[in-house]
């Protein structure tokens, strides 16, 4: 079983950064996705990425936030950038192991306020 941990969230004003952090032994060899969920909506994708492969980016991140992984520490990253409020949602990462099934990590709360 694979324990995700993500980290880096927190309060941040409107056009500030952050950078979330989800680590696991043997991240490397699997799919990532950063995916969100605010209050009262639907979780979604918010950028993932294939080893050895580039990133795919939702339309409303495009240019805001990049996803970018160390494979000598297991590690995946999301920078966002250019914060706006409506980002403000608890954000998952997630390895996609085999088609339909993916370990999740616990999330971690991103709030976007002045």
């Known amino acids: 079983q694979m324990q995700l941990v993500e980290s880096g969230g927190g309060l941040v004003q409107p056009g500030g950064s952050l950078r979330l952090s989800c680590a696991a032994s043997?991240?490397?060899?699997?799919?990532v996705g950063w995916y969100r969920q605010a209050p009262e909506r639907q979780r979604e994708l918010v950028a993932d990425i294939a080893p050895g492969v580039g990133a795919d980016y939702a339309d409303f991140v495009q240019g805001r936030f990049a996803i970018s992984r160390d494979n000598a520490n297991d590690t995946v990253y999301l920078q966002m950038d250019k914060l706006k409020v409506e980002d403000t949602a608890v954000y998952y990462c997630?390895?996609?192991?085999?088609?339909?099934?993916?370990?999740w990590g616990k999330g971690i709360q991103v709030t976007v306020s002045s």
């Open positions: 997630a390895a996609l192991i085999i088609p339909g099934f993916s370990y």
């Open positions: 043997g991240l490397k060899f699997y799919t």
